[in-house]
């Protein structure tokens, strides 16, 4: 209204006398206030979570899973089936019936079509909406997981701010913020509860990967710093981590875990020449040892996501482990080889036996080590070990002009590469047999692994010892443990290398 | 009584007595259909068509074993023979499912189902089982092979007509049953694991 009095953007200011002086300067004033304010907006968009609006990210035991939001008018809804199987949760389900019989422990769940309620055990609860089915699928309003899974569950259930996440089991997220300190280039990443990252650098993106721990981003104290271009939760089946971009000419000086304090500090500092970074990984100097003639080496995790691989205690599984392993061994090989390590899954996410296999070819990856963890059921030996690729041999009659004998196809790409993985797999059990199997001489296995037929390079998968034997189950999780397996396979590969660069 | 009326009678009784057996049987069909089965289902999906006074032969069923230097140890069975390659391999399927009587680790879980199996005039040996043997599976790559050899071994060392067994889920190929194994090709027998361990070293250079 008083942009229009004083006539600064219609017509009709023409017929107005012209303003005077002081209240043109109120309007400057009002103008810099606006800007200022449209600044501060802008600073406040710099620190987002990137979520996708259109899923539920559903966390329980360990894992996470993102379900796809249906909007039927006004009311969100989503499919009820996904959820279950993701939960792990027994079924029956008819459409043309129209029910769907859920069973969770001893609790028993109905659902009927077009209800606006489910019978859990006999007993009606009511829901915002009634349950339908979109194109065979069937759906539930939101608050079914609250109302009703979490009683069936037993388990408490917590809602995130945005409201696109869901924690079960857990009775809140972890709710962390950003402060920025003033002059010393100092970020704190404060959380409200004991929080755990995995804290990695690439390029001047600093990224703090929280797992699969249920974390609700709540903002910054102090929203912008000319050292920081913007902070980023990025939430979603494949990643749960906060992103720091910094500027060019910032490097990291110190990473700092208060855990007594639930917090992280990030230390920052500004170079001159921008194009020297540092690596957090690298806080300690690296021995460099020669020109390492390979593209990089890839780790892969194995499991992952809702694959758990095996159990190894309540809500700790294979793919926890594996992946702790991982990590350890990329330290050990980058440190001791100064090779570049890539890791087929660097957090909990889901990836098909596929995925892994094209990522590490089409990256042409050097050489390929998965990691798992055994369950043999021998239960006194506890002895790792590692496998090659065993390729299927075709016995129909072949024709030498056929394409097959003409092509190698892409389920065989091992065959190549073959030899070279059991002497990579000759080394790997040779290391293992001197520091996991007690010095015994073991040889190394062929087995039809389908993660390692497919690979076109060196490949062997580890399988590291018994889950069967107590005192192995009591160790596997220990990092005195997982450090040995890192130095042994860092060693292995350490060994193999001369043999595969010999001219 | 009139006879046309008496023949109306009993007419009209036998209709109300098929009516009501009817109606009891659609009762509990639909019971069936709403409520889950609360009773253990038999193994077999299908159950062989063998006669039960066909005469009993003896087998050996493969069990992943717990001592370490065997991966399968053989656990004596009985079954009803049959001249159908297939009726017997369901048998022993059943029998591998139901679990060792010895106290060996089980072969699949024992949730598990045999969905159909069917023998080619080639051999082949198709064993469709249900979800629960991936779903409900251990894990590990020596259990997944402990698994997939007790089912392939136990299947070609008593029935000389199959020489390969192409494993099924759900009757559908299935990548691995625990993540590492490729199950899309068939599996020849090998009793290497029943008594000799692993491969021998490999010592020659590429």
Same mark, same amino acid.
């Given at each position: 209204?008083?942009?229009?009095?004083?006539?600064?953007?219609?017509?009709?200011?023409?017929?107005?006398?012209?303003?005077?002086? @002081?209240?043109?300067?109120?309007?400057?004033?009002?103008?810099?206030?606006?800007?200022?304010?449209?600044?501060?907006? !802008?600073?406040?968009?710099?620190?987002?979570?990137?979520?996708?609006?259109?899923?539920?990210?559903?966390?329980?035991?360990?894992?996470?899973? !993102?379900?796809? #939001?249906?909007?039927?008018?006004?009311?969100?809804?989503?499919?009820?089936?996904?959820?279950?199987?993701?939960?792990?949760?027994?079924?029956?389900?008819?459409?043309?019936?129209?029910?769907?019989?859920?069973?969770?422990?001893?609790?028993?769940?109905?659902?009927?079509?077009?209800?606006?309620?489910?019978?859990?055990?006999?007993?009606?609860?009511?829901?915002? !909406?009634?349950?339908?089915?979109?194109?065979?699928?069937?759906?539930?309003?939101?608050?079914?997981?609250? #109302?009703?899974?979490?009683?069936?569950?037993?388990?408490?259930?917590?809602?995130?701010?945005?409201?696109?996440?869901?924690?079960?089991?857990?009775?809140?997220?972890?709710?962390?913020?950003?402060?920025?300190?003033?002059?010393?280039?100092? @970020?704190?990443?404060?959380?409200?509860?004991?929080?755990?990252?995995?804290?990695?650098?690439?390029?001047?993106?600093?990224?703090?990967?929280?797992?699969?721990?249920?974390?609700?981003?709540?903002?910054?104290?102090?929203?912008?710093?000319?050292?920081?271009?913007?902070?980023?939760?990025?939430?979603?089946?494949?990643?749960?981590?906060?992103?720091?971009?910094?500027?060019?000419?910032?490097?990291?000086?110190?990473?700092?875990?208060?855990?007594?304090?639930?917090?992280?500090?990030?230390?920052?500092?500004?170079?001159?020449?921008?194009?020297?970074?540092?690596?957090?990984?690298? %806080?300690?100097?690296?021995?460099?040892?020669?020109?390492?003639?390979?593209?990089?080496?890839?780790?892969?995790?194995?499991?992952?996501?809702?694959?758990?691989?095996?159990?190894?205690?309540?809500?700790?599984?294979?793919?926890?482990?594996?992946?702790?392993?991982?990590?350890?061994?990329?330290?050990?090989?980058?440190?001791?080889?100064?090779?570049?390590?890539? @890791?087929?899954?660097?957090?909990?996410?889901?990836?098909?036996?596929?995925?892994?296999?094209?990522?590490?070819?089409?990256?042409?990856?050097?050489?390929?080590?998965?990691?798992?963890?055994?369950?043999?059921?021998?239960?006194?030996?506890?002895?790792?070990?590692?496998?090659?690729?065993?390729?299927?041999?075709?016995?129909?009659?072949?024709?030498? #002009?056929?394409?097959?004998?003409?092509?190698?196809?892409?389920?065989?790409?091992?065959?190549?590469?073959?030899?070279?993985?059991?002497?990579?797999?000759?080394?790997?059990?040779?290391?293992?047999?001197?520091?996991?199997?007690?010095? %015994?001489?073991?040889?190394?296995?062929?087995?039809?692994?389908?993660?390692?037929?497919?690979?076109?390079?060196?490949?062997?998968?580890?399988?590291?010892?018994?889950?069967?034997?107590?005192?192995?189950?009591?160790?596997?999780?220990?990092?005195?443990?997982?450090?040995?397996?890192?130095?042994?396979?860092?060693?292995?590969?350490? #060994?193999?290398?001369? @043999?595969?660069?010999?001219? | 009584?009139?006879?046309?009326?008496?023949?109306?009678?009993?007419? $009209?009784?036998?209709?109300?007595?098929?009516?009501?057996?009817?109606?009891?049987?659609?009762?509990?069909?639909?019971?069936?259909?709403?409520?889950?089965?609360?009773?253990?289902?038999?193994? $077999?999906?299908?159950?062989?068509?063998?006669?039960?006074?066909?005469? $009993?032969?003896?087998?050996?069923?493969?069990?992943?074993?717990?001592?370490?230097?065997?991966?399968?140890?053989?656990?004596?069975?009985?079954?009803?023979?049959?001249?159908?390659?297939?009726?017997?391999?369901?048998?022993?399927?059943?029998?591998? *499912?139901?679990?060792?009587?010895?106290?060996?680790?089980?072969?699949?879980?024992?949730?598990?189902?045999?969905?159909?199996?069917?023998?080619?005039?080639?051999?082949?040996?198709?064993?469709?089982?249900?979800?629960?043997?991936?779903?409900?599976?251990?894990?590990?790559?020596?259990?997944?092979?402990?698994? *997939?050899?007790?089912?392939?071994?136990?299947?070609?060392?008593?029935?000389?007509?199959?020489?390969?067994?192409?494993?099924?889920?759900?009757?559908?190929?299935?990548?691995?049953?625990?993540?590492?194994?490729?199950?899309?090709?068939?599996?020849?027998?090998?009793?290497?694991?029943?008594?000799?361990?692993?491969?021998?070293?490999?010592?020659?250079?590429?």
């Amino acid at each position: 209204m008083r942009i229009q009095q004083f006539g600064l953007v219609r017509p009709s200011c023409k017929k107005r006398p012209p303003q005077p002086l @002081l209240r043109s300067r109120t309007l400057q004033g009002s103008f810099l206030s606006l800007i200022l304010a449209l600044s501060l907006c !802008a600073a406040l968009v710099l620190e987002r979570v990137s979520a996708d609006p259109n899923q539920l990210l559903i966390f329980y035991k360990q894992s996470r899973k !993102a379900i796809p #939001k249906v909007l039927l008018g006004s009311r969100t809804y989503i499919s009820i089936i996904e959820l279950l199987v993701f939960l792990d949760l027994p079924y029956s389900e008819s459409a043309s019936a129209g029910f769907v019989r859920i069973t969770a422990g001893t609790n028993h769940i109905s659902l009927t079509k077009d209800q606006p309620q489910v019978v859990l055990n006999e007993k009606a609860i009511g829901l915002s !909406a009634p349950v339908t089915l979109v194109r065979d699928k069937w759906v539930v309003p939101l608050d079914f997981v609250n #109302k009703v899974l979490g009683r069936a569950l037993d388990e408490k259930v917590a809602v995130a701010g945005s409201g696109n996440a869901i924690a079960i089991g857990e009775s809140d997220f972890t709710q962390f913020s950003t402060k920025i300190a003033d002059k010393s280039q100092v @970020l704190r990443v404060q959380g409200s509860r004991p929080i755990s990252a995995e804290v990695r650098q690439q390029g001047t993106r600093l990224i703090f990967a929280f797992g699969n721990t249920p974390v609700d981003f709540s903002g910054s104290e102090r929203q912008t710093a000319d050292w920081i271009r913007s902070i980023t939760m990025e939430q979603s089946e494949s990643a749960n981590q906060l992103v720091v971009e910094l500027a060019d000419n910032i490097r990291v000086a110190r990473i700092s875990h208060l855990a007594s304090q639930n917090a992280y500090a990030v230390e920052a500092t500004r170079v001159e020449n921008p194009e020297i970074k540092s690596d957090v990984a690298s %806080q300690s100097a690296r021995p460099v040892v020669e020109a390492w003639k390979w593209h990089h080496i890839t780790i892969d995790a194995g499991h992952g996501g809702t694959d758990r691989g095996m159990t190894v205690r309540e809500n700790v599984f294979e793919k926890d482990v594996s992946l702790a392993i991982a990590r350890k061994v990329r330290w050990a090989l980058e440190t001791r080889l100064a090779v570049p390590v890539v @890791l087929s899954r660097s957090d909990d996410q889901a990836q098909s036996l596929e995925e892994r296999i094209a990522a590490a070819n089409l990256a042409r990856s050097n050489l390929f080590i998965s990691i798992h963890t055994g369950n043999a059921p021998a239960s006194t030996a506890a002895n790792s070990f590692a496998y090659t690729a065993q390729l299927v041999v075709d016995e129909s009659p072949s024709d030498p #002009k056929s394409p097959r004998n003409l092509f190698v196809p892409w389920w065989e790409a091992q065959r190549n590469s073959l030899p070279w993985s059991e002497r990579l797999a000759d080394c790997v059990q040779n290391e293992m047999n001197r520091a996991l199997n007690g010095g %015994q001489s073991l040889s190394f296995r062929h087995s039809r692994v389908k993660l390692l037929s497919a690979l076109a390079m060196p490949a062997v998968l580890v399988e590291i010892g018994n889950m069967h034997v107590p005192a192995f189950q009591a160790k596997v999780e220990s990092d005195q443990f997982q450090n040995l397996v890192a130095g042994t396979l860092a060693a292995a590969v350490e #060994k193999f290398r001369p @043999l595969y660069e010999r001219p | 009584m009139p006879r046309h009326i008496l023949f109306g009678l009993v007419f $009209l009784a036998l209709i109300s007595l098929v009516g009501v057996s009817y109606y009891y049987d659609l009762q509990k069909r639909i019971h069936e259909l709403v409520r889950p089965r609360r009773e253990p289902a038999p193994y $077999l999906a299908i159950p062989p068509t063998v006669s039960p006074s066909a005469p $009993l032969r003896k087998v050996k069923v493969f069990f992943p074993s717990s001592r370490q230097d065997n991966l399968l140890e053989a656990e004596e069975r009985e079954i009803r023979s049959s001249e159908l390659p297939s009726e017997e391999a369901k048998q022993i399927v059943a029998e591998l *499912i139901g679990g060792s009587r010895e106290r060996r680790l089980p072969a699949l879980p024992s949730e598990t189902r045999l969905r159909e199996l069917y023998v080619t005039g080639q051999g082949l040996a198709v064993v469709d089982l249900t979800q629960d043997a991936r779903s409900r599976h251990p894990g590990g790559l020596t259990m997944e092979l402990a698994s *997939i050899y007790s089912v392939v071994n136990s299947l070609t060392q008593n029935i000389r007509k199959i020489g390969r067994v192409q494993i099924l889920i759900e009757g559908v190929e299935a990548e691995t049953l625990a993540g590492h194994i490729d199950l899309s090709h068939p599996f020849s027998e090998d009793l290497s694991m029943t008594g000799l361990g692993g491969t021998d070293k490999s010592t020659s250079g590429p």
